[in-house]
């Protein structure tokens, strides 16, 4: 799976929007961008993934570049409980589902 | 729908001692994983299993081994438990599928003493 780069930290105001990059300059074809958050001692919670089209749910919306390079997670009017780890993945998405290889992720702090 | 269970949600074992970790996926997911995350470290892959079969295993010794039964649900096993092994031991599950994403359980914290 391809590797992938994020800051390790990012701070954000309450109620404006967060912005994570990450980048996946190595990314295949056939590769999809995930992103997890964990909150302080609980298990990570999956929120958005996406292969090529811009995805949007009730949680986020993730933004991938023409060229898959890179992507940004969007969480749109960010609250103090979004306070967490938050993890970019790439994993292989054809056949069966293989396992999730997190890197050290970006720790977002909401500020009120 | 019930998420992915895990029990116990805490273990406190000694030096030495053998520990069982259960996970139980989400209705309908073939695929569970198990992960370690000791203090204040990142998740680490320990094992995968789809179907009843492991299909990888990360870089930990031979004493951590596991299983996944035919209704899917799974067990991670420790022996001769080391003090560092205490940690976050965390399960996901996902369905088949291309893409399919994870969804994890609230993991057991082990403790050895």
């Known amino acids: 799976d391809a590797k992938t780069t994020q800051p390790p930290s990012m701070d954000c105001a309450e109620g404006r929007a967060a912005n994570l990059p990450c980048n996946h300059s190595?990314?295949?074809?056939?590769?999809?961008v995930y992103w997890y958050r964990q909150i302080h001692s609980q298990g990570p919670q999956y929120i958005i993934h996406?292969?090529?089209n811009n995805e949007t749910n009730e949680m986020a919306s993730l933004i991938i570049t023409e060229d898959r390079k890179s992507s940004t997670l969007i969480l749109p009017h960010a609250t103090l409980r979004d306070t967490a780890v938050y993890y970019c993945?790439?994993?292989?998405?054809?056949?069966?589902?293989?396992?999730?290889?997190f890197g050290s992720g970006t720790q977002l702090t909401v500020l009120p | 729908e019930a998420g992915v269970t895990q029990s116990p949600t805490h273990l406190i074992k000694t030096r030495g001692q053998q520990a069982t970790l259960r996970c139980s996926p989400i209705?309908?997911?073939?695929?569970v994983y198990w992960y370690q995350q000791a203090l204040g470290l990142g998740l680490q892959f320990l094992l995968w299993y789809d179907e009843g079969e492991e299909r990888n295993r990360g870089n930990f010794p031979p004493r951590f081994s596991g299983r996944q039964f035919p209704n899917y649900s799974s067990e991670l096993n420790v022996n001769a438990l080391e003090l560092e092994d205490s940690a976050l031991y965390l399960c996901a599950s996902s369905p088949r599928g291309v893409g399919a994403e994870a969804f994890f359980g609230q993991g057991t914290r082990l403790t050895v003493v």
């Open positions: 993945i790439v994993r292989v998405g054809s056949g069966s589902a293989r396992q999730l290889t």
């Open positions: 996406g292969l090529k």
């Open positions: 190595t990314i295949s074809g056939n590769e999809y």
């Open positions: 209705s309908g997911h073939t695929s």
